[in-house]
């Protein structure tokens, strides 16, 4: 049975299970009464109590995925905050079937690995799933605040550097950064669905917290014995994260990024705080809040539940763009000459 069909399944369950609450919610006290008089009340779920590390800690460590179908953004046209789960499931198969085309013939995806045949698209392994509309909780139209009139005037000075600096193929500090294998999506924070290979490893040590990222195998170290934060001198493209436990939940704070790599057109002001809290032996719920007052007045907050998956991580060793640079740009060289010279010919 392959993986879909068990999505499939588990969606059917889950929906059947959500209707029979409705209806039994929907019975009237006296309903209820008299069609079980004798029943007891069920006792109260118990919480979960997640195991301990040697040192005490809550223990958070192993091999998660955040792969996902839910957007960020609540979509257009969406006003719910929530969907059936027969509309949920609706959602990711038309999702996974667009993962699953074809690629057109000549085109620069068609010269890209298949992703079907190598197994990265998300429905052919573990993602989780979610009735929500949208991962963004707050603000609760599911949406990211506007931004604000310095971070429209950052995103304008940005543009018009990359124009003057020419394509993103004109010299190789032009390239994509993901391209040149210096960061991906997914690295964090704050940890967002890197599309493929979405998944990570979380050590704990006394005193430390360390996720492994996957994509681009980053490794982010956590201190988690009550030091300041470092000076604002001191800058990284993941900027430098700061730990302490809330109970049984780890709150992480994150300041000192280097601008370099914008999360959704914030700038070195960005703020992430991050709440990891283990809910059962296969799943972590994990909230983030974004703060930047010079991109958005108002934070924002959104919940990306992480979900136990199977180890070890191998090592994404992304060098295809390393070793291709001056083929890729020879190949964009090329290309603007048959231009240059179908334009010549257009003019004569």
Known sequence: MNRRSLVSIGT???????????????????AAAKAAPAAKAAPAAKAYTPPKTP?????LQGFWTNSTYVPLERAQGVTKEFYTPDEAQAAIKAAADREAEQTEPGTTADVHYDFSQFGLDRSQSKFTSSLRTSLIVDPPDGK???????????ASERAAARKAAGGPYDSVQNMPIGSRCIIMGGSGPPMMNAGYNANYQI?????YVMI????????????????SQASQGVRQWTGLSRGRWEGNTLVVETTNFNGKNPFRGASENLKVTERFTRVADDAIDYKFTVEDPTTWDKAWTAEAPLAKTEGPIFEFACHETNYGISNILAGARAEDKTKAEQAKKGSN
């Open 12 to 30: 059917l369950v889950l929906g059947i299970a959500v209707v029979l609450s409705a209806s039994i919610a929907a019975q009237t006290p006296a």
């Open 212 to 227: 492994l990222t996957e994509m681009i195998h980053d490794a982010r170290i956590i201190p988690i014995d009550n030091r």
């Open 55 to 59: 040192d005490g800690q809550p223990d």
């Open 203 to 207: 050590v704990q040590a006394p005193g």
């Open 144 to 154: 990211i605040p506007p931004v604000n009139a310095q971070g429209q005037k950052r």
